[in-house]
């Protein structure tokens, strides 16, 4: 132990705003304890340089190069070298920094975290949202952190890290499947642009668990008789590619996101990003898709969580991170959740998924489909009742309404600040009319929203391969076309209904590909 870890003396500290985390309810101390002496790692995130605001050039499809990025919008050098001395004083390890992303790894004992944060830490068992048990550490109240760095340092991530989101997707019961596709047929009944397959473009993948078998994927893509994409795993934060291990759970959506991107988009280049499931662990994982090498043209994200149940801290750095991706030219894809508008919350409101909810993100919901061929019989809003998932889709309490969607008529927010809409599009995420997908060696027929992402994803690769420029934030062109779209207009999701135009069940509509590549053509020139 260093000399810095045994001075007890009364360090300077100032809150962390909105750090504020309530505890989990314990059902009992983790059977492992919390060593004080215990090794744990943390994220720091810290501000923009003066003055930087990307989020002026997401608008439109602009984009920056990635070269320039850290430079105009990156952390200050003289904060990163402040931050890395304060906390190495105190006897932390600063593990790596990166500029562009602006944040710091770190490490320290459970003992000098606890003092140099104020955070009150301790082992306990607690219910995941969907009942599970899990050990993991639990904090509770506001953080702190020395006051040389107030102002500098806006997050301190991953104390705490019980788990942060859940996989969107539904695995169908056989007795309940009326009809299903492979993904060919969906991007045939979707009318995905013909001639193009994504060549030259990479989708990232966010996975929170979970692995994947390149012999598997080799199996379902030549029964599909094509040659799939390649795919690489990238482990963030000591989580790595795991696979076999959850074939009804974590599997199951790692092997739903691939296959479908990979089916939609074979000619792309698929980049799977294994973090822990914990708020530093989503983070991170976005931010290093974002700011890889090679820059992606989408990033497809199939987890999440009721915007309640994040921290601010941690919703604001992952927002940070989705403006940087629209910046770079990246389209980022997210799950709109399968509660309905609820979004599986007990607290008997409606709750917008977060991080669909980020007006950043292309936030993507779910509809049942019938169709024979490319001959759709039917499309309207999934739900199938309780017990049995619904589309997510709602209002969200915490990002404003954006500009782009001021005139199409979202519902007022419950809260002050609030009244982004969700979703922005959907596509099929009934499991009942699902999605076939070889799972861990069985063929399933999986559902949920989870799997909207990822088409949406190879949707965007195949129009960027088209065009040869990125989207980046598209929202604002998507809202102004006027075609593009199949509208769905039957259904709800509990509270909100569709209708003629924009809803907050299916959004603006499933694609017409074709359409919608020519739709943007247009505007384009």
């Given at each position: ?497 569709a209708r003629v135009g924009w809803d907050a069940c299916t959004g603006l509509g499933v694609p017409d590909g074709i359409a919608l590549l020519a739709a943007l053509e247009a505007r384009t020139n």
């Amino acid at each position: 132990m260093t000399s810095a870890e045994n001075d007890q003396t009364p360090l300077h500290l100032s809150p962390l705003p909105g750090s504020e985390r309530p505890s989990v309810d314990v059902l009992r101390p983790s059977a492992h304890g919390l060593p004080p002496d215990s090794t744990v790692e943390a994220t720091i995130v810290l501000r923009r340089r003066p003055g930087a605001d990307p989020g002026a050039d997401t608008s439109g499809g602009a984009r920056i190069d990635r070269a320039d990025f850290a430079a105009a919008y990156g952390a200050d050098p003289a904060d990163i070298s402040l931050v890395e001395k304060t906390l190495g004083d105190l006897g932390l390890t600063v593990l790596s920094a990166d500029l562009a992303s602006r944040r710091l790894r770190v490490s320290g004992t459970i003992s000098t975290m606890s003092r140099v944060f104020a955070a009150r830490l301790e082992g306990v068992t607690s219910r995941t949202i969907d009942g599970a048990e899990v050990e993991h550490r639990n904090r509770s109240g506001q953080l702190m952190v020395p006051t040389a760095l107030d102002g500098v340092v806006i997050a301190v991530l991953g104390l705490d890290n019980r788990p942060q989101a859940r996989a969107e997707f539904r695995v169908a019961e056989t007795r309940a499947v009326t009809t299903s596709y492979t993904p060919l047929e969906l991007g045939e009944i979707y009318r995905f642009p013909i001639g193009t397959d994504g060549s030259g473009r990479t989708i990232a993948i966010i996975e929170l668990g979970g692995g994947f078998a390149q012999t598997e994927l080799d199996t379902y893509f030549s029964g599909l008789g094509i040659t799939g994409p390649t795919v690489t795993a990238v482990g963030v934060n000591g989580a790595e590619n795991h696979p076999g291990a959850d074939p009804t759970g974590a599997d199951g959506e790692v092997l739903l996101d691939i296959e479908v991107a990979g089916a939609l988009s074979p000619g792309a280049d698929l980049v799977v990003y294994f973090a822990p499931n914990t708020d530093d662990g989503f983070v991170d994982a976005v931010s290093e898709a974002a700011h890889a090498a090679i820059t992606p043209v989408s990033i497809s994200i199939s987890w999440g969580l009721n915007e309640d149940a994040w921290t601010e801290q941690a919703r604001r750095s992952l927002d940070d991170a989705f403006i940087d991706a629209a910046a770079l030219g990246i389209t980022v894809t997210a799950a709109a959740g399968d509660n309905g508008s609820s979004d599986g919350a007990t607290d008997g409101r409606d709750h917008a998924d977060f991080p669909a909810s980020s007006p950043h993100v292309l936030a993507c919901g779910g509809t049942s489909l019938r169709a024979t061929a490319a001959v759709v019989a039917s499309e309207t809003v999934w739900n199938n009742g309780p017990g049995g998932g619904a589309t997510g889709g709602g209002v969200s309490s915490v990002f404003a309404r954006p500009i782009w969607q001021t005139h199409v008529g979202v519902p007022a927010a419950s809260r002050p600040g609030g009244g982004r809409g969700v979703p922005d599009v959907s596509a099929v995420a009934d499991p009942s009319t699902g999605y076939e997908i070889l799972v861990d060696g069985e063929h399933r027929i999986l559902g949920g929203t989870s799997a909207v992402a990822p088409l949406w994803a190879a949707l965007i690769a195949r129009i960027v391969q088209s065009t040869g420029e990125p989207l980046g934030l598209v929202h604002p062109r998507l809202y102004e076309l006027a075609s593009g779209f199949r509208d769905v207009v039957a259904g709800d999701n509990g509270t909100f209904e569709a209708r003629v135009g924009w809803d907050a069940c299916t959004g603006l509509g499933v694609p017409d590909g074709i359409a919608l590549l020519a739709a943007l053509e247009a505007r384009t020139n």
